[in-house]
């Protein structure tokens, strides 16, 4: 049997994305994702919640999140759900879920093409507006040889 772990989210920044780069030349991008839902209960009251999602980007896309992403944009994401664990300084354990990404599309076409405009006139319709990612990092359990 088949699984499936694939996630599709279209949502704002909470924050400016944390970059971190290795010493390996690896770029990694994370930051959090406010996704919304409004719906009306059965009194007729309109209700809207927000999620917040954990995202982290490598190489290629936390590159361009670098460049293009702010707190607020607007942008769909594909990835996969990833969990983690690690203990803190105070022993404690501690986990986290994230949204690994794979493929981006800003939703924000105005802010990034008057950004291309003031920086690059003649190629405002040549911006890329959709990204793919690199494979991630292996992570230590991959080069285990067994």
Not at 106 to 127: F, I, R, V, Y
């Amino acid at each position: 049997m088949r699984t499936l772990n694939k996630v599709l989210l279209i949502g704002r920044l909470g924050k400016d994305p944390e970059i971190q780069h290795f010493e390996s030349g690896t770029v990694k991008a994370s930051f959090p994702l406010a996704t919304n839902e409004i719906y009306t209960d059965r009194a007729g009251n309109r209700i809207e919640n927000t999620d917040w999602h954990n995202i982290v980007m490598w190489r290629g896309l936390a590159s361009i999140a670098e460049k293009y992403l702010h707190k607020g944009s607007l942008i769909f994401l594909e990835g996969k759900i990833k969990s983690r664990s690690w203990d803190d300084k105070d022993g404690n354990k501690r986990f986290i879920t994230e949204i690994e990404a794979s493929d981006l599309s800003m939703l924000d076409g105005k802010p990034l093409a008057q950004n291309a405009q003031e920086n690059h006139p003649s190629h405002t319709d040549q911006m890329p507006r959709d990204f793919h990612s690199e494979p991630p990092p292996p992570s230590d359990e991959s080069i285990l040889p067994f």
